[in-house]
Structures are given as structure tokens and as C-alpha cells.
């Protein structure tokens, strides 16, 4: 199982802007960020094939956030702009060895929060 050491996060009022990185112990096939608020069920936010660079965006952070990798330092990053209060949440950095799918995931960070006040 990979290590996942996750930074950043914070409050802010909305429109503003905040990021977070996740650092892995390894090199995995695909790293990214899932949320989960309060009395909700967890939702992909953001994926990142670490090989390619290809992405894929949950609909409802399409245009505001941003994910990223250094593949030297096993690390993502997750940038988020025109926060809202919706996207208050615990955010988890997440990893899979093979594949890039909820499903895949076999490791999981620490989990973040992110408030955002209106």
C-alpha cells in the first residue's frame, strides 16, 4: 500500500481560492482527490493518470479546479479556484496501483478539510 501524505486546505470565503498536494511514498498509475461532506457520500473530484498527465473533473468542479503532477516527487497537487460553500468537505488524496476508477483505489491520504464560507 502506498503512503499518502496530503497538505494544505484551510477556510476561505467564497471566490476565493485554496490547494492542496499529496505527496506518495511510490509511483502509482493514477492519483487524484475525492471529497466527502457531512451526512453525504464520497464523490471523485479530480484524477490524474501520473504516466500521461490525462485528467478527469467530477461535473460540478469543471472549470474551477485545476490537478496537476510532479512526477519526480510522486506528488499531485489540486488547485481550486472560485471556491463555493458546496465544496466544503473533508478532501482525501487517493492512489491506485492499476487502473484510475473509484474502484481502483487502494490508498488512501489522510483527508484534508476545506470550508468555505458564503
Known amino acids: 500500500q502506498v503512503q499518502l501524505v496530503e497538505s494544505g486546505g484551510g477556510s476561505v470565503q467564497a471566490g476565493g481560492s485554496l490547494s492542496l498536494s499529496c505527496a506518495a511514498s511510490?509511483?502509482?498509475?493514477?492519483m487524484g482527490w475525492l471529497r466527502q461532506a457531512p451526512g453525504k457520500e464520497r464523490k471523485e473530484v479530480a484524477m490524474?493518470?501520473?504516466?500521461?498527465?490525462?485528467?478527469w473533473y467530477g461535473d460540478s468542479v469543471k472549470g474551477r479546479f485545476t490537478i496537476s503532477r510532479d512526477n519526480a516527487k510522486n506528488t499531485v497537487y489540486l488547485q481550486m479556484n472560485s471556491l463555493k460553500p458546496e465544496d466544503t468537505a473533508t478532501y482525501y488524496c487517493?492512489?491506485?496501483?492499476?487502473?484510475?476508477?473509484?474502484?481502483?483505489?487502494?490508498?488512501w491520504g489522510q483527508g484534508t478539510q476545506v470550508t468555505v464560507s458564503s
Open positions: 487517493a492512489a491506485a496501483a492499476y487502473g484510475c476508477g473509484e474502484g481502483d483505489i487502494d490508498s
Open positions: 511510490t509511483t502509482t498509475e493514477c
Open positions: 490524474i493518470v501520473t504516466r500521461t498527465g490525462a485528467t
